[in-house]
Structure formats: structure tokens, C-alpha cells
């Protein structure tokens, strides 16, 4: 009993040391002035634009990777085919290469002299230091995690009950809506989850692609860099605020609508 309570008091001690403690304090510099001055900084334009840009690339990004990642959970999981050991490293390979290289192998290949965005040039579109460049760093960085979270639960499940669906007449869509999708439902939300919260916390990919044009190709996480090294220490813990309040907001509804054990 001893030996549980001070494993319990050593996790809570080290989540208030890497956790509690830094937002606790960045809640209260942020508001040593009152609430007024929290509320003219992130009701500055550029404070809106930068909120409305993040909130429309996770838009994109996290619909995308979510049917990707059930798509690829199911490859992986439900057929067998060559190149599958590939197709795993590839998924793990946004986890494992730095943001800041994503962002540079990016501007490689679709910038001006790129092999993709010399021709998307030629025919007036701009993906680097622009919206769609942005997406795609976006998209790349939080790629794996649905994916992740679902093919466990598909190992789990096992075959059974879908072959059961299929000798009973059951099309491979009624299969999926009606058998496969109610079992994974748990794991495509926590997956959301985690894509969102990378989506809107993404800095190093989207940094390099999106040119850091004030106005223009700021997010919130590169407006709180600008804050920050202008001085204004008030914006920047207000928009950092903003941001952990809609990853909260994320959090406590995909709680809320993942089902209930036994229903």
C-alpha cells in the first residue's frame, strides 16, 4: 500500500512539475492585468486571423488523416498483400523525422524549382509560403495517429464477426457501417484527438512552408513566436490560452460523444 501511494505521489509530482506548474503559471501572468487586457489581445485582427487559419487548416487536415487512417488500419489489419512491412515504416515516419525537416523536404519538392511545385507554378498556383503549403505540412506530421489507435483494436476484434456479416448476405459497406465501425469507434476518437491537438499545436513544418507572413500565413502557434519576440508577453500567454482552451474543448467532446461501456 506504502510502495502504490508513492508511485501515485511520484506521477502526480512529475505531471505538476512538466504540467501543472508551467500552465498554471502562464494562466496567471496572462491575467496579472485583469481580463481586459487578455481580451483586446486575442480580439486583435491578427490574433482572429491567426485563430481562423488554425482552426481551418485542422478543419482539412484531421477529416483527411481520419479516413485515411481507418483506410490503412483496415489495409494493414484485414488484407495481405507485399510491402505491407513498408507501408507500417512509412506510417511511423512522421513520428520519427524532425518537423523542421518535413517542412524543408517540403519546399524542395513543391516550391518554385520543385519537380510538383515548378508545374503548379506555371499554372498560378502557389503551394509554399501559402494556405496550401501549410495543409500539407499539416497533414504529413499528424498522419499517423488514427491509424495508429485503430489497428490495435482491429487486431483485437478479430474476424469473426465480420465474416459472419458476409456469409449472412451482408455487402462489404453494410459490414463496415454496421459490425466493423461501431467496435472501432473508440479508437477513431482518441485518435481524432490526438490529430487535432497535433494539427493546432503544429510549429516546426508550418513554419518553414508557411513564410511566417504577418496577416497572411500566421498561425496561432507562429503568433505567439511574434509576441513573444516583440514583448508582448500578455498576447502571446493569451493566444497560447486560446489554444489549450480549444484542445480542451476537442477533448471534452469527443468524450462526450464516444459511446458508453455496455451501450
Not at 517540403?106 to 501559402?130: D, M
Not at 448476405?169 to 490529430?195: D, E, K, M, N
Amino acid at each position: 500500500m506504502k510502495g502504490r501511494l508513492t508511485l501515485r505521489m511520484l506521477a502526480l509530482g512529475y505531471l505538476g512539475l512538466l504540467v501543472a506548474g508551467p500552465v498554471g503559471i502562464m494562466v496567471w501572468r496572462a491575467f496579472a492585468s485583469g481580463l481586459a487586457p487578455v481580451w483586446d489581445a486575442l480580439t486583435q485582427p491578427t490574433a482572429l486571423h491567426a485563430l481562423g487559419l488554425t482552426l481551418f487548416i485542422a478543419a482539412i487536415a484531421v477529416p483527411l488523416n481520419t479516413v485515411f487512417g481507418v483506410l490503412c488500419a483496415l489495409a494493414l489489419e484485414r488484407q495481405r498483400f507485399r510491402g505491407k512491412t513498408l507501408l507500417k515504416a512509412l506510417l511511423s515516419l512522421p513520428l520519427g523525422v524532425s518537423p523542421v525537416v518535413v517542412g524543408l523536404a517540403l519546399v524542395i519538392v513543391y516550391g518554385r524549382t520543385g519537380p510538383i511545385g515548378g508545374w503548379f507554378a506555371e499554372h498560378g498556383i502557389r503551394i509554399i509560403f501559402s494556405v496550401p503549403g501549410m495543409i500539407l505540412a499539416t497533414v504529413f506530421v499528424s498522419l499517423p495517429f488514427v491509424a495508429r489507435e485503430v489497428a490495435p483494436i482491429l487486431q483485437e476484434i478479430g474476424y469473426d464477426q465480420e465474416q459472419a456479416a458476409t456469409t449472412l448476405g451482408a455487402s462489404a459497406w453494410q459490414t463496415f457501417r454496421l459490425v466493423t465501425l461501431p467496435a472501432i469507434r473508440s479508437g477513431i476518437a482518441f485518435g481524432v484527438v490526438l490529430t487535432t491537438a497535433r494539427a493546432l499545436g503544429e510549429y516546426g513544418a508550418v513554419s518553414i512552408v508557411s513564410g511566417k507572413l504577418a496577416g497572411r500565413t500566421d498561425t496561432m502557434t507562429i503568433y505567439v513566436e511574434d509576441r513573444f519576440l516583440a514583448f508582448d508577453l500578455t498576447g502571446a500567454y493569451a493566444a497560447s490560452l486560446a489554444l489549450a482552451l480549444v484542445a480542451l474543448i476537442t477533448l471534452v467532446l469527443m468524450h462526450r460523444l464516444q459511446p458508453k461501456e455496455g451501450v
